[in-house]
């Protein structure tokens, strides 16, 4: 290990100082990109410090050649790469010696509070669940972004967006629970409200899990803290009818690819009105302010970062192709996370929950 110093071991909730593990290996753009996030986020947080995971030949001259790095991040010689195309169980077999598996090890034995990887989705849940093992009452784990919305906070939560294709009804259960938590600890919001994916609103429609789902999740409002207000379409994300959306992750991963390409298409079109003649050029200097409000409200980049729930520790996807100001957004909401307990609680009430699902199984016995 070459590091500019030393860092101890941080709890969830405990200390002043952080220190997030970066798998500074992964993504699309390489590893120039994920460093210049690290100056951009340390420039904001000087709470926070963060140990590099990946190729020191590579890390150290780019490290070096940023003075605001200095004394502040730590270099972990990985010296193997998780590409896009390795399937998640060659990773778990052969791994070992990847900065991915490198960083959710320091994560493990408490040299992190939280990890930020860039790289292959499947391959980082799959070791992410290998060394950190699931929650009490979790089968699935899930994916949670955020959503631009009409809602009173600007934002919804949306899980599972890829995790898993597959979620039956107890798992839509605690996607709920983990969902409203995480909702709740990000916005400050005492009951959020929840509602499940659905090609309807009528009670009568959709898979026969979905309806299983529908009635668990109403009848665990009190232990999940969350206002059901039953099932939403798809128009309903972004709107203030529901602060969080529970879906499987094929349905949410399909859902989230599409509102960024909208976002990106809508950005497109701007841009092309405005330059359009001098009126338009005028007309959009004139905006300009209220656009780059427009900007930060839509383009993924502000609010990059999908949290895995429901695992003993704080996991955080940045999207494979984020620039560094997306990796920036990814590791100050690693940096939050790890500031505030949520999992603690999260933990609780999926244990209560699991309970009460058992005892209501069993009451169905004969």
């Known amino acids: 290990m070459v ?22 290996m992964g993504g699309d753009l390489g590893p120039a990109v994920v460093i210049a996030g690290c100056v951009q986020v340390l420039a904001a947080h000087p709470a926070l410090n963060l140990s590099l995971h990946g190729d020191e030949a590579v890390l150290k001259p780019l490290v070096t050649r940023e003075p605001a790095l200095a004394g502040r991040v730590a ?20 791994g070992k010696d990847t900065s991915m598996w490198s960083a959710l090890a320091a994560l493990k034995a408490g040299e992190a509070s939280a990890v930020v990887s860039c790289g292959n989705t499947g391959a980082l849940m799959a070791v992410s669940m290998l060394q950190l093992r699931r929650m009490e009452g979790v089968s699935r784990p899930a994916i949670a972004c955020l959503w631009p919305s009409r809602g009173r906070h600007g934002f919804s939560t949306m899980l599972d967006v890829g995790a898993d294709i597959r979620a039956d009804a ?4 605690a996607y709920a629970i983990m969902g409203a938590t995480y909702f709740r600890n990000d916005f400050n919001e005492p009951c959020p409200r929840v509602g499940l994916l659905n090609v309807g609103t009528e009670e009568h429609k959709g898979r026969a899990e979905i309806k299983a789902a529908h009635d668990l999740i109403a ?32 349905t949410g991963n399909v859902a989230l690819k599409t509102g960024e390409g909208t976002a ?7 841009r092309e ?17 209220s656009l780059v409000r427009l900007r930060r409200r839509i383009d993924p980049r502000f609010n990059n970062g999908g949290v895995f729930l429901g695992l003993n520790g704080t996991v955080v996807k940045s999207h494979g192709a984020a620039d560094a100001t997306g990796i920036a957004s990814a590791l100050t909401l690693a940096m939050k996370l790890a500031q505030s307990g949520y999992r603690g609680r999260m933990a609780e009430r999926l244990v209560i929950a699991a309970q009460a699902a058992q005892d209501e199984a069993g009451g169905d016995q004969p």
């Open 264 to 270: 990106r298409l809508i950005g497109d079109f701007l």
């Open 273 to 289: 009105t405005f330059r359009s003649g001098w009126v338009s050029m005028l007309g959009g200097l004139l905006a300009r302010r």
């Open 75 to 94: 270099l972990v010689h990985a010296p193997g790469v998780v590409s896009m195309n390795d399937k998640p169980s060659q990773v778990m077999r052969h």
């Open 3 to 24: 590091a500019a110093h030393q860092h101890a071991p941080q709890t969830e909730a405990g200390g002043s100082q952080v220190v997030v593990a970066v798998d500074a």
């Open 219 to 250: 009848r665990h409002q009190d232990t999940g803290r969350y206002d059901y207000v039953g099932f939403v379409e798809g128009s309903d994300i972004p709107t203030e009818r529901v602060d969080v959306i529970v879906t499987d992750g094929f």
């Open 170 to 173: 107890p798992d839509l259960l």
